[in-house]
């Protein structure tokens, strides 16, 4: 499967969607209005992508798809104006979009580097930091401590997707498998941050006894 294919396109195209959600729910907790939802949810997209493409050596200026651009912009919009109605539902969607964002960034940055490089550490790096990049300055930009470096299971999943895609380097062709790769990160986050809130839950009640 190359980059321009159907299945990677849905998949960028929906990790693109969670990630500018992801940035606008930030922007918005913080209670920044038009101008903060629009760079939060724009770093969160892309700030990823220029880190990759500065470790290996890429210009940047490649990032800058129309069709990414005007998808991001369009959704942003949207989630702005549609605010009021679903600004109280964070908790709930904005670390599952956070997820989505991970597996397809990740994914993203792992493929990427596979078409300028053979190299393993250029492969998991350009995973991690596509994966949390742009993560990381969304939530310095917002005053907050990066979910990303609080997290360890973020980082390690990252860099789990670039040793499949290195070591598997024909997943790429296999819309199954990158699909269940995929899955697996989403998964795999959400049952740790599931298991985190219990924990939490469950000390919380032991110390109100």
């Known amino acids: 499967m190359t980059v321009g294919s159907l299945t990677w396109l849905i998949l960028h195209g929906i990790g693109t969607c969670a990630y500018a ?3 606008a729910f930030v922007a918005l907790q913080a209670r920044y209005r038009l101008t903060g939802v629009f760079i939060l949810g724009l770093t969160t997209s892309f700030g990823g992508g220029v880190i990759r493409n500065t470790i290996i050596g890429v210009p940047v200026i490649k990032l800058w798809d129309k069709d990414t651009l005007l998808l991001v912009v369009g959704t942003l919009t949207v989630l702005y104006l549609w605010s009021s109605r679903w600004i109280h539902q964070w908790k709930r969607w904005g670390l599952f979009f956070d997820s989505i964002g991970l597996a ?5 940055g792992a493929l990427y580097a ?3 490089t053979g190299n393993v550490g250029m ?5 991690l930091f596509t994966g949390i990049g ?3 300055i969304r939530d310095l930009l917002a005053g907050r401590k990066p979910i990303a470096l609080l997290e360890e299971v973020h980082a390690i999943l990252t860099v789990v997707v670039g040793l499949a895609m290195w070591v598997g380097r024909d997943l790429k062709n296999h819309n199954v498998l990158l699909l269940g790769l995929f899955t697996f990160v989403v998964v795999v986050r959400m049952y740790v941050i599931g298991r985190k809130s219990q924990t939490l839950g ?3 009640n032991k110390s109100s006894q």
Do not use: N
């Not at 397809?104 to 993203?108: K, N």
């Not at 492969?123 to 995973?127: E, L, N, R």
């Open 114 to 116: 596979g078409q300028y």
């Open 21 to 23: 959600a992801s940035g």
């Open 123 to 127: 492969t998991v790096m350009a995973a």
């Open 104 to 108: 397809s960034f990740s994914l993203q």
């Open 134 to 136: 742009g993560g990381v």
């Open 202 to 204: 469950e000390r919380y």
